[in-house]
Each structure stands twice: as structure tokens, then as C-alpha cells.
């Protein structure tokens, strides 16, 4: 940066006033309603600053960049389960059973790949089978729940949730059913229990 000098990091960006970014995340403005992406995550860090102060905004747009941040840890989660998936697709199980999905997404996966996923993410190998589950059921079973958590729509304990409790249904049609009543009542959960309901 032209005439930045060594010990200017503890001035306060933006020099001399308040961002003109700030509006932006006020209630019902455009940063309010963003999709997460990660243009906008480089935009929330850089406005929370280091700190997490939020210098210059009012009450109203510090809770817009809170809602943000919310619907960016969805996004985060469902680009790291997106990942799983890819690891699941790149190791199939030996007996492989074929495709559960067009993405190429194998039916069942080698059970190794947990202990590689527990080492990579530092949890335990029964937390990583759990994810590679969750990471699987969310494009071969519900794909259109996989598609609200990366929107924000629902946070990634709800997405588990629902992969939790319709895995006792095996049938297509009920699942297809059971999912589709779960998006169309998204909208007007507010709690867990709205959206166990």
C-alpha cells in the first residue's frame, strides 16, 4: 500500500471516518440478504476488523454482519462437506456397489477414509464417520437441504438434524415427501424444536 508505514497497523481503517460499507449491512439492506460467498467474507472480516469492535456502525448494521456471519459458517460447513464428498467419491468402497448420484457419488465409500478425515480435522474417527454421512446424505438422500445449508437458509446443526431424523426412511417417495415439508416450514423456524416439528 502507497504510504504505509511500519506501526500505522493499529490506526483504524478506514483513515479519517466511518466505512461507507456499513449501510450496506443495515436491516433489509443488500449485505443483509447476501448469498455467502467468499467475497463477502474477506468484506464482514474486514469490517468487524481484528477486534470484532465494528468501529463506526450502529447497533442495526453490527446485527447485520452478525446474520452474515451466521449464514457464512453455513456456507463454510457446506463447502467442507462438499469436500467429504469428493474424498467419498475418490474412495469408493472395494465392492462398489455403483452411483447414488449423477456427481458420480458412490453408495457406499471405504470405511478408512474416516480415520483420514479424523486425522485431517483432528476429531475423533467415530465424529468423522458421522460426517462423511451427513456429507453423503446431504446430495444422495437430501439434496435439497444440502442446498439450504450452502444458501443459509438453515445452520449446519439443523442440516445434521434432518439428516439425523429421516434416516430411518428408506423409502424415496416418503423421504422425497418428508423433505419437501421440511423446506416449504424453513421460513417459520425459529427454534429447534420448530424445526424437529
Not at 480415520?115 to 460426517?131: C, D, F, G, N, T
Not at 446431504?138 to 449446519?156: F, Q
Not at 446443526?157 to 424415496?172: C, H, I, R
Amino acid at each position: 500500500m502507497a504510504g504505509f508505514m511500519p506501526g500505522d497497523e493499529e490506526l483504524e481503517w478506514p483513515l479519517g471516518g466511518r466505512d461507507s460499507r456499513w449501510p450496506l449491512f443495515a436491516h433489509r439492506g443488500p449485505g443483509d440478504r447476501a448469498r455467502p460467498n467468499a467475497w463477502q467474507v474477506m468484506i464482514l472480516s474486514d469490517l468487524s476488523g481484528p477486534d470484532g469492535r465494528c468501529a463506526g456502525a450502529t447497533d442495526d448494521e453490527v446485527f447485520g454482519v452478525l446474520g452474515q456471519w451466521g449464514a457464512v459458517d453455513c456456507w463454510v460447513e457446506g463447502r467442507k462437506l462438499a469436500v467429504v464428498r469428493e474424498l467419498i467419491r475418490r474412495r469408493p468402497h472395494e465392492r462398489n456397489a455403483g452411483v447414488a448420484t449423477g456427481s458420480g457419488l458412490p453408495w457406499d465409500w471405504d470405511d478408512r477414509l474416516a480415520r483420514e478425515i479424523a486425522l485431517q480435522l483432528r476429531m475423533s474417527v467415530p465424529a468423522a464417520r458421522k460426517l462423511a454421512w451427513v456429507a453423503w446424505a446431504l446430495e444422495a438422500r437430501l439434496p435439497g437441504v444440502g442446498k439450504a445449508l450452502d444458501e443459509g437458509r438453515l445452520d449446519p446443526g439443523g442440516a445434521k438434524t434432518v439428516v439425523d431424523e429421516t434416516g430411518v426412511l428408506d423409502d424415496p417417495d416418503k423421504l422425497a415427501r418428508a423433505e419437501e415439508l421440511i423446506l416449504a416450514g424453513l421460513p417459520k423456524c425459529k427454534t429447534w424444536a420448530d424445526l424437529l416439528r
